[in-house]
C-alpha cells in the first residue's frame, strides 16, 4: 500500500471545531426540541454589504460579454484590489507597503498554513497558549514537532502561556525562536496588543534573527485609537514581520473566500549555508506554482468594501457584533464572572467560575442552557479553566444566551 505523511498521526483529537459539531450532533440527536444558541463558531452571522454585493453582479455581468470576459488573472491578485489595500489599509495609517508586497488569496487559515512550504523544517516555532489550532496543527502536519504529550502539547514547539496571571501578555520566549506566530486582536482571547508590546516583538526578531507571523484578521474590530492595526505600523517591523489579512470578519467573507497576506520584499531568511534568501520571491514563486487567483467577481467584492459605501456598510455590520460582545461582557459582569477581550475582538474569554473544566463547562452550558460556546482548552493547556464566548450572532440570540446563563450560574 502508499505510505502516508504520519505526522497526520500526531494530531491529537479532531479538528477542535468539528468536535463541537460532533458533541452538538449527538446533543441534537437526543434532544430534538432544544433550541440551541450557538456563540462557539468563529463566523459572521450578517449577510454582505450591498455595495459589495453591486460590485460582484456587475463583475458577473462583464464576464457575460466577450469583449470584458476575463480568464485567468494574475496569481498575486489583480492590480485594483493590491492598490486599493496598499492605498487604505497600509499607507493612510503610515505603514510603508507597496501593492506589489500584496499577495491575494482565498483566505488567510489557508496562507498561515500554507506559509510553511517556504520555511525550512528546523525552525524552532513559537506559538501562544491558548492558540489558534491551525498555527499548531500545521506545524504538525509538516513534520515539525514531535508527539504530543498528555496535556496536547507537542515535542519541539515552544508554546507561550497568556493567562490571567500575565494579563494576557506573552513573555519573550527565553530561548532563541525562529518563527513566531502572533494573532492580534487575539482569537481566541479577544485581547490586543499595544504598539508596546509589539516593538519588543520586533526588537526581539530583530536580535534573534527571527520572522513574526503576524494574523490580523480581526483587525477591523480595533476601536481603540491607540491600538494598532498592523505590525507595519512598528518600528522596524518590515524586516522581520509577514501579515495575514482576511476579508472573512471584516466584511462577511467566510463563504465568499478573499484574504492576503504582505510580506514586505526586504524581508530575508537564510539557506542551511548562511545565504541570504528573499522570503517575498520564494512566496511568489510558490503562488505561481500552486495557485491560481481568487476569482474575478470576489476581487471586485473585494475592492468594494473600499469605497465610501462599502466603507460604511462595513463599519455598521461591525458596530453589531460589537454590541453583541459588549452585551456578554455585562451579561456575565452581571454574574460575577471574570470576562477579557470583547472590547476590540468579537470574542469574549470568560473565567469559568468554580472548579468545572472547559469541557465540563462546555457540556453543563449545552446541557442546561442550551447553549453553545468553546472550551477554552480546546486552543491549548493554558486555556483549560477558560471558555470562549463569539459575538457572531443575531442580537436576539445573544440576549437569549445572557437570560440563559442567569438561570443556570
Ligand atoms: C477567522 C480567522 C481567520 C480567517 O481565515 P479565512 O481563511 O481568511 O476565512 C484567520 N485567522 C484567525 C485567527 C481567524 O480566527
Not at 449577510?47 to 460582484?56: C, K, T
Not at 500545521?138 to 493567562?163: C, E, I, K, Q
Not at 520571491?281 to 459605501?309: C, D, M
Request: some cysteine; aromatic content about 10%.
Amino acid at each position: 500500500m502508499t505510505q502516508i505523511n504520519e505526522n497526520y498521526l500526531k494530531l491529537t483529537g479532531g479538528y477542535l471545531f468539528s468536535e463541537i459539531a460532533r458533541l452538538v450532533k449527538t446533543f441534537r440527536e437526543e434532544n430534538p426540541s432544544a433550541n440551541l444558541v450557538r456563540l462557539d463558531i468563529g463566523d459572521v452571522t450578517e449577510p454582505l454589504a450591498p455595495a459589495v454585493i453591486q460590485a460582484m453582479h456587475a463583475a458577473v455581468d462583464e464576464m457575460a460579454v466577450r469583449s470584458s470576459f476575463r480568464g485567468y488573472g494574475p496569481e498575486q491578485g489583480h492590480g485594483f484590489l493590491r492598490e486599493a489595500i496598499a492605498k487604505n489599509d497600509y499607507q493612510s495609517r503610515g505603514a510603508d507597503i507597496d501593492a506589489s508586497e500584496i499577495f491575494i488569496s482565498d483566505g488567510s487559515k489557508c496562507d498561515s498554513g500554507n506559509i510553511l512550504d517556504i520555511f525550512g523544517a528546523d525552525n524552532v516555532v513559537a506559538v501562544l497558549d491558548p492558540v489558534y489550532p491551525v498555527y499548531v496543527d500545521t506545524n504538525v502536519m509538516a513534520g515539525h514537532t514531535g508527539p504530543a504529550d498528555a496535556a496536547g502539547r507537542y515535542g519541539g514547539l515552544v508554546y507561550l502561556p497568556v493567562t490571567a496571571e500575565n494579563n494576557f501578555v506573552p513573555d519573550l520566549p527565553r530561548q532563541r525562536v525562529d518563527l513566531i506566530y502572533l494573532c492580534y486582536p487575539n482569537n481566541p482571547t479577544g485581547v490586543v496588543a499595544s504598539k508596546e508590546m509589539l516593538q519588543r516583538w520586533v526588537d526581539y526578531a530583530h536580535q534573534n534573527g527571527s520572522t513574526i507571523l503576524y494574523d490580523a484578521a480581526y483587525e477591523a474590530y480595533i476601536t481603540d485609537p491607540s491600538i494598532p492595526h498592523s505590525i507595519f505600523e512598528i518600528d522596524g517591523a518590515r524586516d522581520v514581520a509577514i501579515e495575514f489579512r482576511s476579508f472573512s470578519k471584516t466584511a462577511g467573507f467566510t463563504g465568499v473566500r478573499c484574504a492576503f497576506t504582505v510580506i514586505p520584499k526586504g524581508l530575508k531568511g537564510k539557506t542551511q549555508d548562511g545565504r541570504e534568501a528573499s522570503i517575498h520571491s520564494l512566496w511568489n514563486r510558490r503562488h505561481n506554482t500552486k495557485f491560481n487567483g481568487v476569482s474575478y467577481p470576489v476581487q471586485r467584492g473585494a475592492e468594494a468594501i473600499y469605497s465610501p459605501e462599502g466603507r460604511q456598510q462595513v463599519r455598521a455590520t461591525i458596530e453589531i457584533y460589537l454590541t453583541n460582545a459588549r452585551l456578554v461582557r455585562e451579561a456575565l459582569k452581571k454574574l460575577g464572572i471574570q470576562a477579557y477581550g470583547g472590547v476590540n475582538a468579537p470574542y469574549v474569554w470568560l473565567k469559568i467560575p468554580g472548579s468545572l473544566s472547559s469541557w465540563d463547562f462546555f457540556n453543563k452550558l449545552l446541557r442546561e442552557a442550551n447553549v453553545v460556546g468553546t472550551p477554552g482548552s480546546g486552543f491549548g493547556a493554558c486555556g483549560e479553566g477558560y471558555f470562549r464566548l463569539s459575538a457572531f450572532n443575531s442580537r436576539a440570540n445573544v440576549e437569549e444566551a445572557g437570560k440563559r446563563l442567569a438561570k443556570i450560574i
